[in-house]
Structures are given as structure tokens and as C-alpha cells.
């Protein structure tokens, strides 16, 4: 039985890339070595890592713009504390939206001031506030674009006079934004890109190297450009098959094609959503993320029903997380229409059945 995974992460990657990932494992290009054994120093795997940074700025429309794109580890967390150490010399803002800007957050303040512009964590980060104020003298403002706990998404980032940083880690290469707003992105593979273990940047070099302390080596953004992100030994396998996303992503016809089969996923989702009676969603309707649609049922008393039904259907990785319950279906970019559709279904027959 085909299985329908809606994981929030790691997460579903694209058939055709399982499969020459897959063989990379046993036979590298043709070297009788495989990917996770070969030097990370060999022109191999050099080619693999200039095409993979080069293709994620060709992606977001950031070629000749000044920015320079590195994939590090530590994931989001670790971009919690090396934007900071780059870029807060006295005080920066932020945007929380979530779990993770709240994480983002604690880490700024050990190195300045952080003025909290708004925030959504009275009401369960049920909404993306709206409206707010943005002090003049940031040395940056720092957003999350997707939260996957909660399932809101900012739909319209503001216009600042100070470096906008952005942890698009959920919703990267989902949909066309206008890129060069952002000074800075950083995004964990593992939802749109590729396995766990690898991190992208995507930073405008000129922000750089205007903060008074001094910056360990391995936390300094100007290191790893320096390095072409071989600083240290970089996550091999990861930057591969992050590589083979992108070449996918790009062969599909881009981050505009994806966005719109993204919508017509997300529609179909929600529509079944608001119809029936026995579902309700958790946020704001127009903060709605178009990457994880979260939702409950409206009878507790059908939850082992539901549960078994949805599971026979070969459907895994629905239930929400632990701090919001109920249901999570994640839409990253390689999930198919077909995987939304057999969900929708048991809703539906859920309710005839109800």
C-alpha cells in the first residue's frame, strides 16, 4: 500500500530523488565509491556543493545581488544563535509567532537588547499579529515565515529600514516572494530541501562584519564564505540530496510552478476543512499556512475512529503536535495531489459515516 506521508519533519521528498540518492549510495557517480565515503575534498563532491548554493540562489532569484548562499548544521537552532552573534551589537526586534521565534529569541538576548514588536503566544500562536510598530535603530528584525506547530504562515512581510532576517526553515521554495527584501534566510533542510543535517544561509555579504565582538571561527558567517562552506568537514550526504531537490524543484518549473500546485493542495485541504461538520481548524483564516494545515475534530468521541480510518488508508504523521493536539497534515512541496486527496476522502467518509 502506497503510504501518504504528511510528516512535518523530516519529512516526503520526491520519488526521483529517493531513487538516484539511493544508487549515489552504492555507486557515485560512476567512481565505484559511494557518496557517503568519498572526501569531501574531491572535485566530486566540490561540484556537488557549488551546484547546490549556486542553485538556491538561481531559485530565489538572488544571482549578482550580493548575496552568497552556505549549507551548515545545527539546523534553525543553531541560526537562533549565529545571526545574533553576527548581527546584534545592540538591539535587534522580533516578530513571535511561535515556538520557534520564541526559541530564536532567547538566544538573542544573551548577546543585546530585543525589543519583542508583537506577539501571538496569548492566544496559543493562533494568528500572525498585524499592525505592529518597528523602533527606529535595530540592527535587524527577525521573522518566522511558516510555523509548523501552529499551522500560521505571514502572508505580507513589512518594509523595514534595518536587515530583515528570516527563518523560512518550513516553507522555503514553497512560493514566489520578492527575496531580495530578506538580508538574510536560513532554513533547515529537512522540511522542503533534503535530509535532516543539513542548514541553508542565504546572506547579503554587506551586512557582515559590523559587530564590534569577536566571533568564534565556526560561528562566523564570513568563515564559511570564505571557505566556500568547507570550513569544516560540511554534511555530505545532505547537501546532495538537498542538490537533487533543487535540480527537481527547478526542472518542475520553479518556485512559481510549485506555489501553485501548493495552493490547489492547500484548497482542497482546508475546503474539506471548513465543510465538514465534524473538523475544525485551529488558526486565523487568512494566516492559514499553505504547508501545514492543522485541524481537530469537533466530537472528541470520534478521535479513535478517525484515527483508525485515517491510518488504514496508508496515511502517517497526521497527528499535531504535542503543545497544540489534534491533527497536522504538512504539504511540503513533493507532496502529491493524490496523498491530499485519500485524506480528504476519509474525512469525508467520516462524516457519512458519522
Not at 512535518?8 to 531513487?19: K, M
Not at 520553479?254 to 482542497?268: D, F, H, P, V
Not at 503536535?321 to 476519509?346: C, E, F
Request: with cysteine; aromatic share 10%.
Amino acid at each position: 500500500m502506497k503510504k501518504h506521508n504528511f510528516s512535518a519533519g523530516p519529512c516526503i521528498l520526491p520519488q526521483e530523488v529517493f531513487q538516484e540518492a539511493s544508487q549515489a549510495i552504492l555507486d557515485f557517480n560512476d567512481s565505484g565509491l559511494s557518496i557517503l565515503e568519498i572526501s569531501h575534498r574531491s572535485k566530486d563532491f566540490v561540484d556537488v556543493m557549488d551546484e547546490a548554493r549556486n542553485l538556491a540562489l538561481e531559485l530565489l532569484g538572488l544571482e549578482g545581488k550580493g548575496y552568497k548562499a552556505l549549507f551548515l548544521q545545527g539546523g534553525a537552532s543553531m541560526q537562533f544563535l549565529m545571526t545574533a552573534y553576527n548581527l546584534l551589537e545592540k538591539k535587534a526586534a522580533y516578530l513571535n509567532t511561535g515556538t520557534w521565534s520564541d526559541k530564536a529569541i532567547k538566544e538573542a538576548k544573551l548577546f543585546g537588547d530585543v525589543t519583542e514588536v508583537a506577539s501571538s503566544k496569548d492566544a496559543n500562536y493562533n494568528y500572525i499579529p498585524k499592525g505592529y510598530h518597528i523602533p527606529e535603530g535595530m540592527d535587524y528584525f527577525h521573522v518566522t515565515s511558516n510555523n509548523t506547530i501552529f499551522g500560521t504562515q505571514i502572508k505580507d512581510f513589512p518594509t523595514v529600514d534595518c536587515p530583515l532576517v528570516c527563518d523560512m526553515s518550513s516553507d522555503i521554495f514553497s512560493r514566489e516572494l520578492d527575496f531580495s527584501k530578506f538580508d538574510l534566510i536560513y532554513a533547515g533542510a529537512q522540511k522542503n530541501m533534503g535530509p535532516a543535517g543539513a542548514t541553508l544561509v542565504v546572506v547579503r555579504e554587506d551586512i557582515l562584519g559590523k559587530v564590534t565582538r569577536k566571533i568564534p571561527s565556526m560561528l562566523d558567517y564570513q568563515t564559511h564564505i570564505g571557505k566556500g562552506s568547507m570550513f569544516n568537514t560540511p554534511p555530505v550526504y545532505a547537501v546532495y540530496v538537498s542538490m537533487l531537490t533543487m535540480r527537481w524543484l527547478k526542472e518542475k518549473g520553479g518556485i512559481s510552478t510549485i506555489e501553485e500546485i501548493n495552493g490547489r493542495k492547500a484548497t482542497l485541504l482546508y475546503s474539506e476543512i471548513d465543510l465538514n461538520p465534524l473538523f475544525k481548524g485551529f488558526t486565523a483564516t487568512d494566516d492559514r499556512s499553505t504547508m501545514n494545515a492543522t485541524f481537530n475534530l469537533t466530537d472528541g468521541d470520534l478521535k479513535e475512529t478517525f484515527d483508525a480510518m485515517w491510518k488504514e488508508a496508508g496515511i502517517n504523521g497526521l497527528n499535531g503536535h504535542r503543545s497544540v493536539g489534534g491533527y497536522r497534515a504538512s504539504m511540503y512541496n513533493a507532496m502529491t495531489m493524490d496523498s491530499v486527496g485519500a485524506l480528504v476522502d476519509v474525512m469525508s467518509e467520516l462524516e457519512r459515516k458519522a
